[in-house]
Every structure is written in C-alpha cells, then in structure tokens.
C-alpha cells in the first residue's frame, strides 16, 4: 500500500473554514496549532484516503467534495496538490505500475526458468491486488467509469506490458520445451494468462473483496501448463 504517514495535519490554508474574523481560528490554543506537513506528504495522504475509499464495497462515484471532507479540507486544498481528481487517480495509477514492475523486473532477473516467471508474474499482480483493495478497483476500471477515458487507457496499457512480458516469458519456455512454433504458444497462453488475471481481479473487486485473487492459485495455473 502507500506507505503510511502521521495522522494527516492540515495545510495553513486548510483552517480557512474554520477561521473566525481576521483570520484567527476560533478559541485556538497554541498547543493544538498543527503544523504545516513537509512537502509531498499532503499529496500521499491525498492518496492514501483515496484509496481507502475505494475500499468500501459499493462505493459510488468519488466525489472531490467526499474526499476533501474525509481529510477534513477544503476542495481548493486539494487543487493547490492535484489540477484535477483525474490526476489524483493518476497518481494511483502510478503506484500501481511502480510497484508492479519493479517486482516484475525482479523476477525476470532472477528467475531463469520461463514458466516459472509467468507464474510468479501472475502471482505478483494478484497478491498486489489482493493487499490493495482499493487499487484492484482502479486496476480493472469500475472506479474509472466516469473519470476521464485517459485513465482506463492507460490501466489497459499496465495490462498490456504484463501480457508482453509474459509472452517473452512463456516462449522463452516453449523454446525450452523444444515447440516447433515457440510464438504462437506462448503469445497463446500470455493472452489466456492474462484474461485470467484481469477476470479474477473483477471477481475480486465485485464480490466485495470476499473472493480472493489468489484462491487456488497453484491448481489454476496447472491448467495452463
């Protein structure tokens, strides 16, 4: 998940609503005057309440309104941090795909087998969705349906690059395995590899999170051995 933080102190800005005349917060006392947060950390938590919104089963639409008052701000607080809540998503988004491959590339590195790297590939991007329940709302688009069409494009992409490296992967494998057409099967069973990931994920993400991603895992991936 994004790392945690202390508990979220408001912006100098932040305390506008609750200012009384001349600016002075009401019945203020030195002692409980919160600090300005370093920089960055008011856009992690930004982040962070995001993602545990999406959390919640069901959730409808987010609503910057909705996220401003779950970090006790103003909504011109989160515009001083992100121009818009598209690229407050973009910045899940951009969570997703470092963590991901950066565990990707890890395996590719060290694992020399190429079946053995498809399967830890898949397990990775299941076990990332798995911890981070939220993201697997972003990863299979049901939080994007009314955001802008640029972030489902760019979740379909993260898609594609998984597909990729599994192909290189799985021919990789069916070289290995003396195939007479290497490519056809492995881009065969990355396309089969990765509809299973993005369908377990949606399992996932509309059960409530009850179902897990990786539930069976080890019998599953049998059946595309």
């Not at 932040?14 to 947060?37: L, Y």
């Not at 960055?40 to 545990?52: F, H, P, V, Y």
């Not at 057409?181 to 996932?204: E, I, K, M």
Request: charged share 25%; glycine share 6%.
């Amino acid at each position: 998940m994004i790392p945690d933080l202390p508990d979220a102190p408001a912006d100098a800005d932040d305390d506008e609503a609750a200012a009384g005349a001349g600016g002075v917060v009401a019945d203020a006392k030195p002692e409980r005057v919160r600090k300005r947060p370093k920089p960055g950390e008011r856009r992690i938590q930004i982040l962070q309440t995001l993602a545990q919104m999406l959390e919640q089963p069901g959730a409808e639409r987010i609503t910057t309104a909705a996220l401003a008052a779950r970090l006790s701000v103003s909504e011109a607080a989160l515009y001083r941090h992100f121009a818009s809540k598209a690229q407050m998503f973009e910045g899940l988004i951009e969570f997703i795909e470092s963590s991901v491959f950066t565990l990707i590339n890890q395996i590719v590195e060290r694992e020399a087998s190429g079946t053995q790297q498809a399967a830890k590939i898949l397990a990775v991007v299941l076990q990332f969705g798995e911890k981070n329940p939220g993201m697997t709302r972003v990863m299979v688009g049901d939080a994007l349906v009314f955001e802008h069409e640029r972030l489902i494009a760019r979740m379909n992409q993260f898609f594609d690059r998984v597909e990729s490296q599994l192909r290189q992967s799985l021919r990789t494998a069916a070289e290995a395995a003396g195939s007479p057409q290497p490519t056809v099967d492995g881009n065969g069973q990355a396309s089969a590899l990765t509809a299973f990931a993005v369908g377990r994920l949606q399992r996932y993400a509309r059960s409530g999170f009850k179902r897990n991603p990786t539930e069976h895992l080890d019998a599953a991936l049998r059946l595309f051995a």
